[in-house]
């Protein structure tokens, strides 16, 4: 009996795509699912990896610049009227409420500081916006996949003992399939959780520390500003 067991196992094929395909009609759009979820996180890691690279390479550029000596109204023709990086639009926004501050005489409209602060922070919620979108997907993609896949799996279980059942029947040939079938779903769950939770924590991390050096240079740009007004 037993060898006639084995030899009924050793048959069956086990790959993944044998798998999906004996898999009940449920936990297919179970594991389909999970494999969107899991293609579309990564397209927005790989995304966000790159984007947050450009962002720092631009901060880079830009704070050599702004600290090279060169006037700012200088600095800000050579912009253009459409500034490309986040720390140039920041700029760009200070300085357009700057220049909106002065009356034709040449003297400033009262609150031009407070003007010129929130201009800043509008620009900054804009491109903290752009950093942070498509990490709230990662964020649910981690916590929910595990389940999604447990779903599958206890469907995917539920039918194999309904298998059972039928052909009244518990060899391992019989049992197997319908067991490794519903863990698969378990197993894509927490292949796309896994990374998601990873990338989610390492790239709200990195959008933090570039949304902070947006404010820092801010609040630098309006100490320095400051200082003009109160001469």
């Known amino acids: 009996m037993e060898t006639e067991t084995l030899a009924m196992a050793q048959e069956i094929d086990f790959s993944l795509l044998a798998l999906f395909a004996r898999a009940t009609f ?3 759009i179970v594991m389909i699912l999970l494999i969107a979820a ?4 990564w397209a927005i890691i790989i995304q966000k990896l790159i984007l947050f690279r450009q962002a720092r390479a631009e901060a880079e550029v830009f704070d050599r610049a702004f600290w090279s000596g ?3 109204d200088e600095l800000f023709e050579s912009l ?3 500034p490309q990086g986040a720390s140039e639009k920041i700029f760009a926004a200070g300085m357009m409420e700057w220049r909106r501050s002065h009356r034709q005489d040449g003297g400033l409209i009262a609150g031009a500081a407070a003007r010129i602060d929130r201009s800043m922070d509008v620009s900054i919620a804009r491109e903290s916006e752009v950093l942070n979108g498509g990490l709230s997907f990662l964020a649910t993609v981690g916590s929910t996949a595990p389940f999604i896949g447990l779903f599958g ?4 279980i539920k039918h194999a003992f309904e298998q059972i059942a039928l052909q009244q029947n518990t ?3 019989v049992v197997a399939p319908g067991i490794a079938e519903a863990l698969l779903a378990t197993a894509l769950g927490l292949l796309a959780a896994i990374p998601a939770v990873v990338f989610y924590n390492k790239l709200s991390a990195d959008s933090d520390r570039i949304v902070g050096g947006y404010e820092s240079f801010a609040d630098e740009f309006s100490t320095i ?3 003009q007004l109160d001469a």
């Open 80 to 82: 253009g009227p459409e």
């Open 225 to 227: 500003l400051s200082r």
């Open 70 to 72: 060169e006037p700012l």
């Open 38 to 41: 899991s293609f579309w996180s």
């Open 153 to 156: 799996t206890v469907w995917g």
């Open 171 to 173: 060899n391992l040939a």
């Open 26 to 28: 449920t936990v297919k």
